[in-house]
Structure formats: C-alpha cells, structure tokens
C-alpha cells in the first residue's frame, strides 16, 4: 500500500459520519431539537479522528515531509490551503461545543448556532477531501521515492499505536483533576 492509501480509507469513514450528521440535521428540522449527547459523539469523532489522528498525519509526518522538498507553487499554495481549513474545521468545531454547552444548559435560542456549526462542517468537509484525494495526493506523491513513501507509510502506523493511547490518558486526566 502507499502512504496515502490509510489517509484515503479515513476519508471514507469521515464522509460515512458526515452522512450520518446530515440525516440528524434533516431530523431537527422535524423534531426542533438535537440530542446533545449525539453533538458530543460527533465532536469527539471529529476532534479525535478527524483532526489529531487525521489532520495529524497530514501535517505532522506528510506535509512536514514536503517541506523538505522543492514544491511547485501550485503544490505550495494547495498545502497551505488544506493547512487553513484544517484549522477553520477546528475552529468551528469549537464554536459547535460552546453552542452545544449552551443548548444543553436549556438555552433553546443556540439550537439554530448548533445547527449552523453542523452544517458548515458537512457542506465545507467533502470539498477537503476531493482536493486531497483527486489533486494534492496524487500531486505530492511525485516528490518522494518509493523508498521514502514507505517510510512515511510506517511512521503514519507508529502515530496510529499512540492514538489510543493518547486518547484514554486525556480522558482519565480530565476526570482526575474533577
Ligand atoms: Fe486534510
Ligand atoms: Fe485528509
């Protein structure tokens, strides 16, 4: 497999959730509510596997290894793009908890703000994606040997082992310091 290809199979899962999102978005418009425990599994699904272990490969062992090389402008200006919305999905999905934290508390006005933050994570995420998976992708691999794509493949499974790990440590240091 090429170093891409676990980046790619994520991308699958991440549209599967972002369908899921789109189906409770249509809900509320039925039901004029959300159940905030569904915000909460859906923000930890996209802070935890979207960004950290996503974004984290992306930019902490690909787009760190392109550095090193001498990138088209094209390719340059196409990274520091993905780079932007990587951090405007992180900051809309801080916006999202802060709304939900709202919401939950009985504030029914934020039920529109959780709504929005939804929504602009479904409609701006599959346009990420397609320009990693049909251009960038593609693109970057011409830079890098066989040998380095290896590499980069190996280290993308090292950073997977520590995810869990990570995870479950923040989780118990979250509740320890309650
Ligand atoms: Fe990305
Ligand atoms: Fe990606």
Do not use: C, W
């Not at 599994?41 to 690909?62: C, N, P, Q, S, W």
């Not at 709202?102 to 409609?123: F, I, P, Q, S």
């Not at 990420?128 to 040997?145: G, M, Q, W």
């Amino acid at each position: 497999m090429q170093a891409r290809g676990p980046l790619m199979i994520e991308h699958r899962l991440i549209e599967k959730m972002l369908t899921v999102i789109r189906r409770t978005l249509e809900r509320i418009e039925q039901t004029q509510s959300i159940d905030p425990y569904f915000v909460d599994m859906a923000v930890d699904f996209i802070r935890v596997y979207a960004d950290r272990t996503h974004h984290g490969k992306e930019e902490d062992i690909l787009f760190r290894d392109l550095r090193k090389k001498q990138l088209s402008g094209e390719d340059r200006q196409v990274m520091e793009e993905l780079i932007e919305e990587h951090v405007f999905g992180r900051n809309t999905t801080k916006a999202l908890i802060e709304a939900n934290t709202r919401y939950r508390r009985g504030n029914e006005a934020d039920l529109g703000e959780v709504k929005a933050h939804l929504r602009t994570l479904v409609d701006f995420y599959p346009e990420h994606i397609k320009k990693e998976d049909d251009v960038f992708f593609p693109a970057s691999r011409t830079y890098f040997s066989n040998e380095e794509d290896q590499e980069m493949l190996a280290e993308f499974g090292e950073f997977d082992r520590k995810m869990i790990h990570e995870k479950y440590k923040a989780v118990v240091r979250e509740f320890d310091t309650k």
